[in-house]
């Protein structure tokens, strides 16, 4: 059974930075994919960031240039350091992994506010 646990998130000020990490557990090999997304109240789930196992990123338009997206294969672990927090970035994150299917952390609360 695979399990991810995220940590990291929190309350920050706008222009503050924050770093989330994501294990994964339960699986000996390493995920072709990793990632982040994210959900506001009121809103759709919506990607942040992915990341291959060779280290191919992808990044959402609204997070390039201040969010980077990184992992370390040998732990199946991945991070997500966040730097210029806009009050639009509050939301629940979720770490995915996927390989047969998607799987889902738990999600870890992100608030930037004054």
């Known amino acids: 059974q695979v399990q991810l646990v995220e940590s990291g998130g929190g309350l920050v000020q706008p222009g503050g930075s924050l770093r989330l990490s994501c294990a994964a557990s339960?699986?000996?090999?390493?995920?072709?994919?990793m990632g982040w997304y994210r959900q506001a109240p009121g809103k759709h789930r919506e990607l942040v960031a992915t990341i291959l196992s060779g280290g191919g990123t992808n990044y959402s338009d609204s997070v390039k240039g201040r969010f980077t997206i990184s992992r370390d294969n040998t732990k199946n672990t991945v991070y997500l350091q966040m730097n210029s927090l806009k009050p639009e970035d509050t939301a629940v994150y979720y770490c995915?992994?996927?390989?047969?299917?998607?799987?889902w952390g738990q999600g870890t609360q992100v608030t930037v506010s004054s």
């Open positions: 339960g699986y000996r090999f390493r995920i072709p994919r």
């Open positions: 995915n992994a996927n390989f047969d299917r998607d799987y």
